[in-house]
């Protein structure tokens, strides 16, 4: 069984329960509009709570110890809740999950990538301004629609 988190509805306020992984995109139960998408995931669950997301994922590989990490976090978060209904974020503490960290060869941290049914569409490491992070997650967004055609 996957975990829940406790998320308010940003246009009416309801407070929903929404899952990590679910074969559908979380909406709120009042307003029916999307809900942002904010889950965690380890080495057991990846696979369900990431690579079987019916959304392009923003996928956080951070640690707790990383100040530039701690300093984007807020800033993704905003992203999520922006493209609520368009992508899913999932975070992955790499030193709670060392078989992701090391799946995605990652050698810096916070290292950011959006992924489509489990594939890399586009990776940055490092953090950056939420400008930019909105453009870059715009143009993976493109990436994966183009794609899909």
Known sequence: MTSTAVVACPSCGRRNRVPAAAAGTPRCGQCH????????????????????????????????????????????EELARTFAGRIKLVKVNIDSAPQTAQRFSVQAVPTLMVLDHGQVVTRQAGAAPAPALNEWLERALSEVRNSSR
Do not use: N, T
């Open 33 to 76: 509009k999307p809900l942002p998408w904010i889950a965690d995931a380890g080495d057991q669950d990846f696979a369900e709570v990431a690579e079987q997301a019916p959304l392009p994922v923003l996928l956080d590989l951070w640690a707790p110890w990383c100040g530039p990490c701690r300093m984007v976090s807020p800033a993704l």
